[in-house]
């Protein structure tokens, strides 16, 4: 791996973390987008698989193969420093010497030696790897097993996005009325249950958030403590940095039968098929909105960090294992904050937004139109969706 490419990527990935679920603009466009010319190329160039995800495979393969993991007891002997390092070379020419990818904090006890802990990350990344070289096309098995992963499908779900727009509105009882309540990103509910609820089913995370946890809470707290809405939740995360892989072994390490760590990794399928879609309605936005050929989207988005949100993942998660979708505080309007729960106030474009809210409006008004889940072949049908305001 060059080394040149790994700082923009935690970069990009921290700053990702910052923005997530973060809602800017308008959900529901005011009018329906208009039809654009070309759409099978849309659809082929959205096709090209590697998007968001290409750099994520190198990093994965290089751990797999070259990773290094070592503990030293550190001051005082109340907790050790990790250190997961892989071997760079500055210049073709230039020996290679370690850098450090990941340092986290890990209690004395607990975790197996740093030889087993390193055979297990790369029994995780070799998974990781074999899922990504074998991911099909068949939708209806994706969606299928998502309902397996979940252990059943449920009547209604709701997905909560994590917009200010919430804050006001009252939806707490409607919101929890649902099956199936998923959050995003850990977004706090104390305080905010009258407009978002209080019941959740499912914590759905990127693994930012799961490193997040282990960095601060791998000594304090069982199970890296990454549980805000109970310990028994189960989270639903997808990789968004291998790393992370490792990050979820100490968490798992730490667990207690009264701090478990139900954790379900999201499947290479669903990361391929989300990826599809968010680049064709990035794509397709990009060229009604410029006028330029779709050959020239790159000259907006870098196709190495491209990148669906979270959210993105979570919706598509529900219309799998759910018979209706209700989706809350995704979109924006003039004056409301940008998250219900923070004071953050800018976002990156790592994610391109408006192009997913163009899907989910799709989702809601025109479920046919929408790309990769719609071929007849694919015997997959969209359920019922509705965005509230
Ligand atoms: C592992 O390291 C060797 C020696 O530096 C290098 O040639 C190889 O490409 C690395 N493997 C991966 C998958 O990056
Ligand atoms: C956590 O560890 C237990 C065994 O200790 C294992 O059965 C389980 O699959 C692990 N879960 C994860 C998410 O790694
Ligand atoms: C496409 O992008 C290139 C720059 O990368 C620019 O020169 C060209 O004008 C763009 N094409 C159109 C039709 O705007």
Redesign the pocket.
Known sequence: MKRRHLPPVLLVLLLSLLSLSFRRRLLIPQSPPRPVAGDPLLRRLAATDGVGSGQILVEAAALFSNASISTFPSLGNHHRLLYLRLPYSASPRAPPRPRTVLRLRVPNEALPSDGSLLASFRASLGSFLVAHRRRTRNVAGVMGDLAGLLGRRFPTCAVVGNSGVLLGSGRGPQIDAHDLVIRLNNARVAGFAADVGAKTSLSFVNSNILHICAARNAVTAAACGCHPYGPTVPMAMYVCQPAHLLDALICNATATPSSPFPLLVTDARLDALCARIAKYYSLRRFVSTTG??AS?WT?KHDERYFHYSSGMQAVVMALGVCDEVSLFGFGKTPGAKHHYHTNQKKELDLHDYEAEYEFYGDLQARPEAVPFLDEPQQGFTVPPVRLHR
């Open positions: 330029e050929p020239n000259r």
